[in-house]
């Protein structure tokens, strides 16, 4: 199986809520990440694990948090979801030294009411 | 700042002509480049990617040409068609580190 998977495909939050997003890979791949995508704007990275090593974007450190417990699974979460939260979640996944750019999930639509 | 820039948001070729589609990057460190290709309500597919130890490299209409010095990559797809209708994405990043950044994407319309 050669696809990164994500659960679930759409999600309602209510605006102050937590909200966990899932991702999940079979292809053994040591990297994942989560990019946040709005309409009209560049996909932006959030955050990516190597290996068991989190590392978070700057501008976003506070905003999210992520777990791997293991190599084939990654979440996001949410702690407070506010109305600006409302985007695509995109996974992705990729080896590295394989010299092949991440592959994609097909994204989870959150929105924040 | 934006890291990788798509300074052209939108571009029309006619079918069966060259679309030429660009980027640039800002970090000196980024040594792994690519396109991807997007459609409305879609995640990004990878298209073609390439290390900057090469400075070109095909995939049947596809080529990539990476200028480094120049901190500028671009995507040649040859013989234009209508399904090549599309957004297109550039990435880059640093492929010790493992980051990976990408741009605003271009949107490619392709007229019959």
């Known amino acids: 199986d050669t696809t990164v998977k994500q659960n679930p495909r759409y999600k309602l939050a209510r605006v102050g809520k937590p909200v966990n997003l899932i991702c999940s890979q079979t292809m053994n791949h040591d990297t994942m990440y989560w990019y946040q995508k709005k309409p009209n704007q560049a996909p932006k990275l959030l955050l990516f694990y190597y290996d068991k090593i989190l590392n978070r974007e700057a501008d976003t450190f506070e905003k999210f948090q992520s777990s791997r417990p293991n190599n084939s699974f990654c979440s996001l979460y949410i702690g407070s979801a506010g109305l600006e939260y409302s985007a695509m979640y995109l996974c992705?996944?990729?080896?590295?030294?394989?010299?092949?750019?991440?592959?994609f999930g097909e994204g989870t639509r959150l929105s924040v009411l | 700042g934006q890291q990788v820039k798509q300074s052209s948001p939108s571009l029309t070729v006619q079918e069966g002509g060259i679309s030429i589609l660009n980027c640039d990057y800002e970090?000196?460190?980024?040594?792994?480049f690519a396109w991807y290709k997007k459609y409305p309500d879609n995640s990004p597919t990878l298209l073609i990617s390439v290390r900057s130890n090469v400075d070109k490299r095909e995939d049947g209409r596809l080529t990539v040409f990476l200028n480094k010095s120049g901190k500028h990559f671009s995507l040649h797809i040859t013989a234009s068609q209508p399904e090549d209708t599309a957004v297109y994405l550039c990435?880059?990043?640093?492929?010790?580190?493992?980051?990976?950044?990408f741009g605003k994407g271009t949107s490619l319309t392709v007229i019959p």
């Open positions: 970090n000196d460190m980024f040594d792994y």
């Open positions: 990435a880059a990043g640093d492929a010790g580190y493992q980051n990976f950044y």
């Open positions: 992705a996944s990729s080896r590295r030294g394989n010299n092949q750019a991440p592959l």
